[in-house]
């Protein structure tokens, strides 16, 4: 497969790019090398697509069935009892229709943590995304249910070669304070043993903090760290209740940080001390948690509420600046899961978008990251590109129609059973 | 002119709706009335359409023109020298760029403040909107400027019969920072005597009532008061820094709130007390503030930018809740200016929107309210009637593809000049 772009935006000058399976392998005017596509992207901009570093995407069957609740009411009477009913196919089809909607808001590539496996690897598989995905992993302290869960994780660790490239398996342990110590140590030395990524919640609320220093004697970061779970493949996602001793922490196994302002405003946990972490030299990485706490997993949203809320909260409007906030959106995970993406350049995957510099969104053009951050939204993303492979093609996805069905139906038998 | 809306949902059932002329004549089930148009709308939802209280229109034109600064450095060092340079014509494409950005997010009616009242009320009146529109009414204490100001306003004030009746005349005191108290006197006695309404930026910044107590010896709404300036035709814009005596005089004359989230969290002078207020009793009318500071006209946006702003300055998840916000972004004006809207009903002005059922970003449809303030964006909206008359059907509005040039046109020779 090759596709070629015509006359796109690239860093303000006007050329054509040539892509050849998965890579990008020429960037130049009027090149004629022969397609079996070729897109027209005259006012069209090409940029890297966005990475969502925290989701859990067949949560968008759960979009507004529980809002502007407490915490664990929402959880016990709202989200709980409809997550117990899901099956696999739910799950399919569930994420089937998170694609949907990162794909026509210009992602390409997120990390998961959810049930049924299964049915959210094989849906990102069919809609040609990228992603790390994660079973959740709860023991709830219970040494049998340890052994299932860790059970489970191997097998489904060893039957990765169902799917593509593009499906990264990840471990998902859920929090400090529904995983035992034992299986954390599990989880690093599989980690270790096998290569993979990890993800986990961490430091989101202060129950969480308060429980870990009743039970460990010592902070949530700091028990990680004494377990030797930490490490440079480990994603953790809020990080809210930091010390400066825990971010120093953090700072020298150069974890990533999974952060989620929407999320975080909608649940009342706290706000996550961006410019500590920034200053310390983290990388942060942003997402959109799941569709029940967002409620949507467009990256264009989240920047801006990323943007705002970081000024309001230090009421110093230079603070996440719209290039920051862009660059947390779209970089920090392709230097380390999704590789070789980022940057539109020769030999890169060409994981990339076109943007419709032609939308009433961008007009006028004194700043096109402006724009991005604080005036887009999903609809000036006009064609998705993800390893060469056209996921959506100004704005067209073939699936559309019979994902919206068939999420529907999966709702409404949930809501019947 | 009429139309029929054919099987749109309605309160949970599906009914046909005539408009005639300007309002909503019949509302039932197989409706057979010949109509000039008639619009499918199975699957769409028809809800009142929005109310932006509180906008400066022609500010497209500086859309990302300045961002991430402070205050002072980005009006003194940005926005001022451009706006300087503004003729009428760059504000009629600049207000009609604001048009079409607002009609493509639902919107229909909103308030508006900016230089050359003219260009704004043409474009707002060719575009079928509705607005209050007002100049800005600036002395800096001159008396000389003072007398400029007031004849401009009076001149304004009779040339109305211009217009339709959908733009109307509204007096547009900067703030008290900026105009002197004989002149918030004079404009008093003008909105008495021609029952007109009044629109001024009010206790933004702390340095504005810093001044203020240092030049009047009371804060803004106790000097405001104190020259009987106040009353039920007074929007306010921001209202940040109040005190209970405040908030009470404001509730006394029922002064409305015009409440802007997103300029307030960028440009970083505080939060709004959302929650006092509201318990006070007082009407908080959502806006976007002009684009300079937003940087969109999306009420869709704004909706879920206020929820989650008062949840987080509270960190409880049940205030702003999606009814609330929602009530903000579409019936405060039609109360008071926007008069026989704001509901679906025989006998109302149609001012509506039809919304997509299923669009992804409202599926699975368990809450509507919460999909709209949480998820939705523009894209969801697909027809906007107003008065009557269809400003977008299907998502086209006929004029967008010139008013893009244009607007590009006037902002180039802008940046030239």
Redesign the interface.
């Known amino acids: 497969m090759s596709v070629l772009l015509k006359n796109a935006v690239h860093d303000g000058d006007v050329v054509d790019i040539l892509i050849e399976g998965k890579l990008i392998t020429k960037i130049g005017n009027g090149l004629s090398e022969k397609a079996d596509e070729v897109i027209d992207a005259t006012d069209m901009a090409v940029l890297p697509s966005f990475v969502n570093a925290h989701n859990h995407a067949a949560m ?6 529980g ?5 664990m009411d ?1 959880l016990q009477n709202k989200i709980w009892p409809l997550e117990a009913k899901l099956t696999e196919e739910d799950v399919y089809w569930g994420t089937k ?1 998170a694609c ?2 990162m794909i ?1 808001s210009g992602t390409t590539s997120f990390v998961d943590m959810y049930w049924h496996f299964p049915g959210c690897a094989k849906a990102v598989d069919e809609m040609g995304m990228k992603a790390l995905i994660s079973g959740v992993f709860i023991d709830m302290f219970d040494p049998k249910q340890a052994q299932k869960k860790r059970e489970l994780n191997e097998a489904l660790y060893f039957s990765m070669d169902k799917y593509s490239e593009r499906i990264t398996y990840c471990l998902g342990p859920h929090a400090i304070y529904t995983v035992s110590e034992e299986s954390l140590r599990w989880i690093r030395e599989f980690a270790d043993k096998h290569k993979v990524p990890i993800t986990i919640h961490l430091s989101e609320t202060v129950i969480e903090v308060q429980q870990c220093l009743d039970k460990y004697g010592c902070r949530p970061v700091e028990f990680l760290d004494k377990i030797g779970f930490l490490g440079p493949d480990v994603i953790v996602a809020h990080c809210i209740h930091l010390t400066d001793n825990e971010i120093e922490i953090l700072k020298k196994y150069k974890v990533i940080i999974a952060h989620n302002p ?1 999320s ?5 946990p ?2 996550m001390p961006y410019q500590k972490l920034k200053d310390a030299g983290l990388t942060i990485a942003l997402g959109t948690d799941g ?1 029940s706490s ?3 997993l ?1 990256m264009l ?1 989240e920047m ?2 990323m ?3 970081h ?2 909260t ?5 603070i ?3 290039d920051e906030v862009y660059q947390s959106a779209t970089e920090p995970l392709t230097k380390s899961f999704f590789r070789n993406s980022g940057e539109i350049a020769v030999g890169k995957n060409a994981d990339l978008i076109l943007v419709n510099l ?1 939308h ?2 961008l ?5 096109l990251t ?2 991005l951050v ?2 887009a ?3 000036c993303v006009d064609t998705v590109i993800c390893d060469g492979r056209i996921l959506m093609k100004h704005r067209h996805i073939d699936e ?2 019979e ?2 069905q068939r ?2 139906k999966a ?1 409404n038998r949930l809501l019947k059973s």
Request: negative net charge; contains cysteine.
């Open positions: 968008t069957l759960l979009r507004g069935y809002d502007d609740m407490e915490l929402w229709l949907l909607e026509k929407t975080n405003m909608k649940l009342c706290g706000v569709c967002n409620n949507n467009d949203d801006k509420i943007a705002l809320l000024k309001n230090t009421l110093d409007p230079k996440a600046s719209a032609n009433h969104r007009i006028p053009n004194h700043n402006s724009n604080y005036s939204n999903g609809d559309e129609e994902i919206i999420a529907k709702v």
